[in-house]
């Protein structure tokens, strides 16, 4: 966590921009949304908040801002236009059967105990 901090600072250095982790972007925004209120006493607009918000969404901004040099690897590319799907229906039967497998070993481990 501190070595990715360190880089969304820039303390680290190098050329290329780094992705961040979004889990911990979303959990500073959800704990900062439920934790602090949004007005003080007397009715004052908590501002500590607007700014923590606000540092938060700008780091998000930063790196959608940022360009990214992403080289074509051949070997993805081969796989992925070689790759065949199967049909909507075919992926449902699949899914079926193996809930029906789920279950079927979910009820002999529950008689087994």
Known sequence: KQWY?????GELGGSSPAI????IHMTRLISLNTECPDYL??????LRKRRLLYK?????RW?????????????IVDFFTLYETLP???FYLRSEIAKRKEAERARRLSKKR
């Open 88 to 90: 909507e229906e075919e």
């Open 63 to 75: 790196f959608q801002r940022q360009t990214y040099n992403l080289l074509e690897v051949p070997e």
């Open 20 to 23: 961040p982790f979004l889990t």
């Open 5 to 9: 901090q360190r880089r969304v600072r």
């Open 41 to 46: 006493k007397r009715g004052l607009i908590n």
């Open 56 to 60: 938060e969404l700008e780091e998000l």
